[in-house]
């Protein structure tokens, strides 16, 4: 990507390097997350599977946070990314009369208090409405990379930029709607499908981002947009089901199928246009 012109956003709280960190998590705090977050494109019950699956990753609650190496390349980075995504969103609420209130993004590193409960990396970056921060632990990029196979500093904006798009669904009420109806309903299948909704609907404006920034500041390389795709398509429901259970049971699915994934976040990618995005009255996703 070209993020030279970027400046960084103001927006980041960096936790990292702060001695150790939380030992262990407690199942109360967990839930709390469980039900308050939205996580990035993935079930925190599959990547929390993956993780315990895996013969190198022992328990990353316990482990000291790690200092921040002195030429923090991807600090910056994020903050660039950060900061894109502050003008393009100034720039759409602007274009319907309101104001954009900008979302803190918090660097951590193995866990960390939120508003919703203790968040721990193994259940990957995510959005906690209740104090409207992002949160990432870094070391989610290397997992991007190495057991999602979606590597690319594109692949790398799009996780910021769906967890914003939950910012930007929490701003404008939608998913406070959401959470109602899934309450209401009463129903873990009917909950799940609106969870899906809102999640394509976060791919999708994590799209409209793409767009923008692109359009405005010419931010992609030739052929970046496909690291974007995927990274959608390596952590669609289906696919993640697959690898750790080796079936697929669509109606526990919480995000959506790869394809699924691919088409809504190409929707605002393609389009620029938020209007693009009504994931909720949509016949077929
Ligand atoms: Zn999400």
């Known amino acids: 990507m070209r993020l030279d012109d970027q400046s960084e956003s103001q927006n980041v709280e960096d936790r990292r390097g702060g001695g150790v960190v939380a030992g262990s998590v407690g199942i109360g705090t967990l839930l709390v997350a469980l039900a308050a977050g939205y996580f990035f494109g993935i079930d925190p019950a599959v990547i929390l599977g993956l993780v315990s699956n895996s013969s190198h990753n022992t328990s990353s609650a316990a482990r000291p946070a790690a200092k921040p190496p002195a030429n923090d390349e991807m600090a910056s980075f994020v903050a660039k990314v950060l900061g894109s995504t502050e003008a393009t969103w100034q720039t759409v609420f602007r274009e319907a009369g309101r104001r954009y209130q900008e979302p803190k993004l918090v660097l951590f590193a193995g866990a960390t208090p939120t508003a919703c409960g203790t968040g721990k990396s193994a259940m990957g970056p995510f959005y906690c409405p209740a104090d409207q921060k992002v949160y990432i632990d870094l070391a989610f990029y290397r997992d991007l990379r190495e057991r999602f196979h979606a590597p690319g500093e594109f692949a790398q904006a799009y996780v910021i930029a769906h967890e914003v798009g939950h910012h930007v669904q929490h701003l404008l009420g939608i998913s406070d709607k959401v959470h109602a109806a899934q309450q209401k309903s009463g129903n873990r299948a009917a909950a799940n499908a609106l969870s899906v909704r809102l999640e394509l609907q976060a791919d999708c404006f994590a799209g409209v981002w793409g767009h923008r920034a692109d359009s405005m500041q010419k931010i992609?390389?030739?052929?970046?947009?496909?690291?974007?795709?995927?990274?959608?398509?390596?952590?669609?429901?289906?696919?993640?089901?697959?690898?750790?259970?080796?079936?697929?049971?669509?109606?526990?699915?919480?995000?959506?199928?790869?394809?699924?994934?691919?088409?809504?976040?190409?929707?605002?990618?393609?389009?620029?246009?938020?209007?693009?995005?009504?994931?909720?009255?949509?016949?077929?996703?």
């Open 220 to 285: 992609l390389e030739p052929g970046e947009t496909e690291q974007a795709l995927t990274a959608a398509s390596a952590i669609g429901d289906d696919r993640l089901q697959r690898q750790t259970q080796g079936q697929i049971v669509p109606e526990s699915f919480t995000h959506g199928t790869s394809e699924q994934r691919v088409r809504w976040f190409k929707r605002g990618m393609d389009s620029g246009d938020v209007r693009q995005c009504d994931t909720f009255s949509a016949a077929s996703l």
